[in-house]
T-cell receptor, first 114, second 111 residues
Framework: KAGVTQTPRYLIKTRGQQVTLSCSPI?????VSWYQQTPGQGLQFLFE???????NKGNFPGRFSGRQFSNSRSEMNVSTLELGDSALYLC?????????????FGPGTRLTVL | DAKTTQPPSMDCAEGRAANLPCNHS???????VYWYRQIHSQGPQYIIH???NNETNEMASLIITEDRKSSTLILPHATLRDTAVYYC????????????FGQGTTLQVKP
């Protein structure tokens, strides 16, 4: 079955702009999590959505937001982009059942802020 | 979630077993040990997880010490394609997708 897909794969924006990234989870998966990866900070958890509700949130400013739709697809938005937002943004999906919680990651969206 | 400590880098000869250690001395009784790996510029890939018993799947084996304060991921016959950053993560299973990644171990498999 198809894996986690993320669009776009690459994106270039300028400071002050906003950006929306999209994630389609594996069919049947109801949980989507987002991560930011930078060379300096490594992989950091942004937030998790399950059944259209945010269940967990990492330590990121309010400029970072997300949502999940009824078909489990998720989007994340970053407003007022800063140079430091340049990163690989990864999403992961899972069934989110007790005891079964492997995370399946997408290929990521590479965001460059100029 | 408990913190983990891994060596920053390791080398392994192709065809030999790669043994990647992880210390998690503050692990709680209901926390599992998970291993993921990330091949350059790709998303992390789940490898294996366990609670207290040793586990094996088609990718690797996971050996957890009896006191659960450390574990070892074993790739039995490493190939060049196993070159990646390996992350050991300790967390309560089931009710959250949140993973806390450390710096991981960069495994370089050499011909």
């Amino acid at each position: 079955k198809a894996g986690v897909t993320q669009t776009p794969r690459y994106l270039i924006k300028t400071r002050g702009q906003q950006v929306t990234l999209s994630c389609s989870p594996i069919s049947g998966h109801r949980s989507v999590s987002w991560y930011q990866q930078t060379p300096g900070q490594g992989l950091q958890f942004l937030f998790e959505y399950f059944s259209e509700t945010q269940r967990n949130k990492g330590n990121f400013p309010g400029r970072f937001s997300g949502r999940q739709f009824s078909n489990s697809r998720s989007e994340m938005n970053v407003s007022t982009l800063e140079l430091g937002d340049s990163a690989l943004y990864l999403c992961a999906s899972s069934f989110r059942l007790a005891g079964v919680n492997e995370q399946f990651f997408g290929p990521g969206t590479r965001l460059t802020v100029l | 979630d408990a913190k983990t400590t891994q060596p920053p880098s390791m080398d392994c000869a192709e065809g030999r077993a790669a043994n990647l250690p992880c210390n998690h001395s503050t692990i709680s009784g209901n926390e599992y040990v998970y291993w993921y790996r990330q091949i350059h510029s790709q998303g992390p890939q789940y490898i294996i997880h366990g609670l207290k018993n040793n586990e094996t799947n088609e990718m690797a084996s996971l050996i957890i010490t009896e006191d659960r304060k450390s574990s070892t991921l074993i790739l039995p016959h490493a190939t060049l394609r196993d070159t990646a950053v390996y992350y050991c993560i300790v967390r309560v299973s089931g009710n959250t997708g949140k993973l806390i990644f450390g710096q991981g171990t960069t495994l370089q498999v050499k011909p």
